[in-house]
């Protein structure tokens, strides 16, 4: 796994080399500093889509679970498992175990677990909403040619099967199923039947949320909704301050694209490449100037791994609390 992932991070430097090799290093250079200080206020907005995506959670996790301080703590956990879903391709399996770790001294560990598988779940589907309300909205509105329509619905139509098949799969009590498979690859039968009770339990509670909770189903699917809503107010923001104004429909466009990019290209750490190869695709498409388009990317990129450095530092902090305790 760790070839694969060094071979796509490498296949992706040389490809964002090659992208900022055909804009041009001096216009990236020149674009980027025209946000000057309003950098700060822009990197600060990411603590509002990490407040709502942290908000979702707590309304899986429901009223009866609060405590002191819990809003506060959801949001530090928050921005400490996506600093590691952000570094490494694995599809949440880095981040979500972190989160887990920072509620184990107030929750039981199988309403932890269960709440997060549940909360990841209604993030795709919130992503899922996203894009077809971006898409659906742009693809009659935009100019766009036949085939870039084409295009998009093809891979809104790949993301969406697979996420469908996911939720189906989860429904149909995955931990159990993994378990029992991974018996079958080699797994010891003495760890498979230590674990199984738990996995159980959990598959459980997932179905009962899906069954019973509906309200908490809304609020939470609502919460994620806003952080994508957040985001999208975020890209208009930051291309008015380059000197690109787009309207509020098109930034919804980008937005959507670059939701589709991480998706597509989550297999390469960090998207390194792929983002700003393909903002610069999409910005040729929509008449805009692409070099625009690759410093939109790579402002969000610098921003972004801002972020993952203070993530990097709650899990240390957080870490030598519970190592201490």
């Known amino acids: 796994m760790r070839r694969w992932n060094l071979l796509f991070f490498g296949v992706g430097l040389a490809f964002l080399g090659l992208t900022l090799w055909k804009v041009g290093l ?5 674009g980027a500093v025209q ?20 908000m979702g959670w707590g ?13 506060g703590r959801l949001v530090l956990a928050q921005v400490a498992g996506e600093a590691l879903n952000n570094a490494t391709p694995l599809m949440n399996l880095g981040g979500e175990p972190v989160k887990g770790l920072m509620f184990r001294d107030r929750l039981p560990a199988d309403q932890v677990v ?10 795709y589907v919130a992503t899922i909403v996203f894009l077809g309300i971006g898409l659906g909205i742009s693809l009659f509105v935009l100019p766009l040619e036949r085939p870039v329509q084409a295009g998009l619905v093809a891979a809104f139509g790949v993301v969406t099967l697979a996420i469908a098949l996911a939720v189906a799969a989860q429904a149909s009590g995955l931990l159990q199923k993994g378990l029992s498979l991974g018996g079958r690859l080699g797994l010891s039968r003495r760890f498979v039947e230590r674990h199984l009770p738990a996995a159980r339990r959990i598959d459980l509670a997932i ?17 994620h909704l806003a952080s994508r809503a957040i985001a999208t107010i975020d890209a208009w923001w930051i291309l008015w301050l380059m000197g690109a104004p787009v ?14 990019l991480n998706l597509v290209f989550a297999f390469i750490p960090l998207q390194i490449g792929a983002a700003e190869g393909g903002h610069y695709l999409l910005f040729q498409v929509l008449s ?5 388009g690759v410093v939109f990317s790579l402002i969000r990129r610098v921003r972004g ?6 993530g990097l530092l709650i899990v240390l902090v957080t870490g030598r609390r519970t190592h201490g305790t």
């Open 305 to 310: 791994l801002l972020w993952i450095a203070l």
């Open 114 to 123: 269960s709440s997060l598988v549940v909360d990841n779940t209604l993030k």
């Open 247 to 260: 309207n509020l429909l098109t930034a919804l466009f980008i937005q959507t694209i670059s939701v589709l």
């Open 26 to 30: 001096r216009e990236v250079i020149e």
């Open 288 to 292: 805009l100037d692409p070099a625009t």
């Open 59 to 71: 309304a899986v996790l429901g009223r009866e679970t609060r405590f002191p301080g819990r809003a």
């Open 35 to 54: 946000l000057g200080w309003w950098f700060w206020p822009v990197t600060a907005v990411n603590l509002l889509w990490y407040a709502a995506d942290a």
């Open 207 to 223: 179905r009962e949320f899906y069954a019973s909770r509906r309200g908490a189903f809304a609020m939470s699917l609502g919460w």
